[in-house]
């Protein structure tokens, strides 16, 4: 069972992109903490289970990013859950989890389930549209989903996506400041080191996508953001 407290960086790869076989050896060695793999639109559990065989050559641990329960295969180190606390539609809080449970509740193997209260706040962004979230937010609002997540919850993840763009530092501060025992992931338009070193401040965990298929040799040194904070 892998801690994500330890964690620090994560790359996430999405499996209806492209990728080199090269490329990916040098994502799968280049000493980040996981490889997350999941995305919002073109998931087919053909393309999971092709790029999850690829990820599978390399000790790097592998986690799959449920979006879809057709996708779902057993062969990833973790399975991280999203619950949409932010969207106005149920089935993205918890209509679909009632549903995978109820078809392989009995099947599941929950020690490797992580449940993540995400909250998305790119309001162009893939995500926030198929999922209805409501992000014209202001700090307070998703300072509040967070507590949610930990205190009514107990989450192990709380998720800020921004997905395409580069959030606000000052509420990933903020939102951390109102965290003890919920590990705080940020995602959303990391490009460079120094991108990840400004919320690395206050995310105890960033997740590098994008930047992976834009400009991969720069997306590749986000990872030396973890030798800052040990």
């Known amino acids: 069972m892998y801690d994500i407290r330890e964690w620090r960086h994560a790359f996430k790869l999405d499996p209806n992109k492209e990728l080199s076989d090269i490329d990916l050896e040098k994502i799968c060695e280049s000493g980040t903490d996981a490889i997350i793999i999941g995305g919002s639109d073109g998931v087919t559990l053909e393309n999971v289970l092709n790029l999850m065989a690829k990820v599978r050559r390399y000790?790097?641990?592998c986690i799959q990013e449920v979006s879809n329960i057709e996708s779902v295969t057993p062969g990833f180190d973790l399975y991280f859950i999203p619950t949409v606390l932010n969207s106005t539609d149920p089935k993205w809080i918890t209509g679909l989890h009632q549903q995978a449970v109820k078809e392989y509740g009995e099947i599941m193997n929950w020690e490797d389930i992580l449940v993540s209260g995400y909250c998305i706040l790119n309001p162009d962004c893939k995500a926030a549209k198929l999922t209805n979230a409501l992000t014209n937010l202001d700090s307070d609002?998703?300072?509040?989903?967070?507590?949610?997540?930990e205190r009514m919850f107990h989450l192990p993840i709380f998720y800020l996506e921004y997905s395409g763009t580069y959030g606000d530092p000052k509420l990933v501060e903020k939102v951390k400041n109102n965290l003890e025992n919920t590990t705080l992931f940020y995602g959303g338009g990391i490009h460079t080191l120094d991108d990840a070193k400004e919320m690395m401040n206050h995310a105890d965990v960033v997740v590098v996508g994008n930047a992976l298929y834009e400009n991969l040799e720069e997306a590749l040194k986000?990872?030396?953001?973890k030798s800052n904070h040990r």
Do not use: F, G, I, L
């Open 59 to 61: 000790t790097v641990p």
């Open 141 to 149: 609002d998703v300072v509040s989903y967070a507590m949610m997540a």
């Open 222 to 225: 986000t990872v030396k953001v």
